[in-house]
């Protein structure tokens, strides 16, 4: 079946560690972005690809890094220096940028 | 700065009825609009789009509808179903530039009681 995987679905990771976010497609989308979601503030953008070996930060980009090495793939690491990285991150791609974006299932990061 | 707001954080309707979520925006650039569905703890699932050049468009149950002048567009759904309960996110973009921007409003619960 075509569609986004992340993984893991839960993590938890103590304070001052970097954590990586695991985002894969298949549906050959040229694409790919990361959100955060905290409660009452919607979806926020935190970095976006729109081709291999190419990444923009979003609105929110500081304490996180990416890579797009391949086109299926988008790993998001949340550095020990992102002052609240507890919080849902969503992976989503498009065929394009700025045409409809299909999500990732979610990953729920908690920091202890 | 928030540039897409949906000013009500829930809705409660009777099932059958008709469900209407708003959504205003403050960026005259946007020209793509685009409505979500999410589940808890799931991601969000694609509804129904709009671009500027039209002023509604309809997919089944779901229509939506874009007033450029007040910069606001909604969501109505009928007949409204339980199943439709969830949080609706209301999104906006350049369709036209190449900053890659989805921008998302703060998200909308509804609740469709049977």
């Known amino acids: 079946d075509g569609g986004i995987t992340q993984s893991p679905k839960y993590l938890f990771r103590k304070e001052g560690q970097n954590v990586t976010l695991s985002c894969e497609q298949n549906?050959?989308?040229?694409?790919m972005y990361w959100y955060r979601q905290d409660p009452g503030q919607g979806l926020r953008l935190i970095y976006y690809?729109?081709?291999?070996?190419?990444?923009q930060k979003g609105d929110i980009a500081e304490g996180y890094s990416v890579s797009r090495e391949k086109k299926e793939s988008f790993p998001l690491t949340v550095t020990s220096a992102q002052k609240n990285p507890t919080a849902f991150y969503l992976c989503?791609?498009?065929?394009?940028?700025?045409?409809?974006?299909?999500f990732g299932q979610g990953t729920r990061l908690t920091v202890v | 700065d928030q540039q897409v707001k949906q000013n009500s954080p829930s809705l409660s309707v009777q099932e059958g009825r008709i469900s209407i979520l708003n959504c205003d925006y403050t960026?005259?650039?946007?020209?793509?609009f685009l409505w979500y569905k999410k589940y808890p703890a799931e991601g969000p699932t694609f509804l129904i789009s709009?671009?500027?050049?039209?002023d509604k468009n309809e997919d089944g149950r779901f229509t939506v509808f874009l007033n450029k002048s007040a910069k606001h567009l909604s969501l109505h759904i009928v007949p409204s179903q339980p199943g439709d309960s969830a949080v609706y996110f209301c999104?906006?973009?350049?369709?036209?530039?190449?900053?890659?921007?989805?921008?998302f409003g703060q998200g909308t619960t509804l609740q469709v009681k049977p």
């Open positions: 709009i671009s500027s050049i039209k």
């Open positions: 690809s729109q081709i291999v070996n190419d990444f």
């Open positions: 999104a906006a973009s350049r369709g036209s530039s190449n900053t890659g921007k989805l921008i």
């Open positions: 549906l050959n989308h040229d694409a």
């Open positions: 989503a791609s498009s065929p394009r940028l700025n045409t409809e974006a299909f």
């Open positions: 960026n005259s650039m946007f020209d793509y």
